[in-house]
């Protein structure tokens, strides 16, 4: 009953920056989740980013933290990946989430997701 559609992806250069957007629409739930997660060729999904939406409390990976941001605009009922410094490394497809309950960095314990977005960083 959750529809999520993420974008913003495309392809930068090291060092710059990109914001991606993921609109949620249908039914929510005030202990609702979101989070971005991200796969690159050969790797298991990983875990970027997550937020409460009814506190606004914030979790990253060690690999982002100080470069990404997560946010949430509750009027447009849409969260964000702001994403600064990119690194090569940081090349992948990038998935938005969402989940009821506890906080989860496991990509399974997500009920919903977004098709996802392209993120490709050139050296």
């Known amino acids: 009953q959750v529809q999520l559609v993420d974008t913003g992806g495309g392809l930068v250069q090291a060092g710059d920056s990109l914001r991606l957007s993921c609109a949620a629409s249908?039914?929510?739930?005030?202990?609702?989740?979101m989070a971005w997660f991200r796969q690159a060729p050969g790797r298991e999904r990983e875990f970027v980013a997550a937020i409460s939406y009814s506190y606004g409390s914030t979790y990253y990976a060690d690999s982002v933290q100080g470069r990404f941001t997560i946010s949430r605009d509750n009027a447009k009922n849409t969260v964000y990946l702001q994403m600064n410094s990119l690194k090569p490394e940081d090349t992948a497809v990038y998935y938005c989430?969402?989940?009821?309950?506890?906080?989860?960095?496991?990509?399974?314990?997500?009920?919903?997701w977004g098709q996802g977005t392209q993120v490709t960083v050139s050296s």
């Open positions: 249908g039914r929510t739930f005030s202990d609702f989740r």
């Open positions: 989430a969402a989940k009821s309950g506890l906080h989860s960095t496991a990509p399974e314990r997500y009920n919903y």
